[in-house]
């Protein structure tokens, strides 16, 4: 039997990058997975990869719809096991270069999306009789000054951690874990032409979309039963230099 056979697993920026090898993966595990992205065409060329998948075009900066469309989700599929808070990004601005617009835009994509969607899920996985998992995608950036980074981005990558912390404290009593991945750079649509490509990574290679899937799946997983509040930096060795 597959881990997570029987189980629904809502991904957030689903249609690309790292949150479409997640769901690729956790549909091959055996979840039922639901794809949601503000581009909803791209979430249903990877919903054509699952089996069974779900697919509603959702903005996650949008919170009343954010907290429609996860109370339609759980109608639909019969509950929530697990969320995967990916979607996020937007380019770096140097701190004075960066106005007040582009910042709310960054910390309304990265910070106040995230909290949308972990305060829509939480209370929907905790109604499960076994609980389940949450897994946020913060950003090396969050420790670190990195070159995807700039202030708006990183700020908002900090919260995103912070944030994780305090829900798995709040939620660890109705057997909801948190956890955090902090990738560094990845070789995605988001990288793509922003990202000096000459990165030296201490393993050898790009880090891809898939490394990334493989560590949200295992705190996501059985094999993290116990883990909650980790933060899981997936970078490759990067941040050994820093
Ligand atoms: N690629 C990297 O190097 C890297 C490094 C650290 C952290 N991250 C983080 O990983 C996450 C995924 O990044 P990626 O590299 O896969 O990016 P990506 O650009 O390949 O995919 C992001 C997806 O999110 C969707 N999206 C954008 N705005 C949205 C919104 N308002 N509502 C719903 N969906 C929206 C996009 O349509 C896209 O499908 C992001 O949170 C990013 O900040 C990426």
Request: hydrophobic share 50%; aromatic share 4%.
């Amino acid at each position: 039997m597959q881990p997570f056979e029987g189980q629904i697993a809502a991904v957030t920026g689903a249609g690309s990058g790292i949150g479409a090898a997640t769901a690729r993966k956790l549909s091959r595990l055996g979840a039922r997975v639901v794809l949601l992205d503000i581009d909803g065409e791209s979430a249903n060329r990877v919903a054509a990869d699952c089996d069974r998948a779900i697919v509603r075009k959702l903005d996650i900066t949008d919170a009343a719809a954010v907290s429609a469309a996860f109370r339609e989700i759980a109608d639909e599929a019969g509950g929530l096991h697990m969320l995967v808070n990916n979607a996020g990004g937007g380019a770096g601005a140097k701190l004075l270069d960066l106005n007040e617009a582009h910042w709310r835009r960054l910390v309304a994509l990265n910070l106040d999306g995230a909290f949308h969607c972990l305060s829509a899920a939480a209370p929907l996985i905790a109604a499960q009789e076994k609980g389940g998992a949450i897994v946020n995608v913060a950003s090396l950036a969050a420790r670190h000054v990195s070159p995807l980074g700039g202030a708006g981005y990183s700020a908002a990558k900090a919260g995103v951690v912070a944030l994780s912390r305090q829900a798995a404290f709040e939620l660890a009593g109705s057997r909801v874990r948190v956890n955090t991945v902090l990738p560094g750079p990845v070789r995605t649509a988001l990288t793509e032409g922003s990202v000096r490509l000459d990165i030296q990574f201490p393993l050898g290679r790009w880090v891809e979309a898939e490394d990334v899937a493989e560590a949200i799946c295992f705190l996501l997983g059985p094999g993290a039963a116990m883990c909650t509040g980790a933060e899981l930096v997936v970078d490759g060795g990067v941040s050994l230099r820093l």
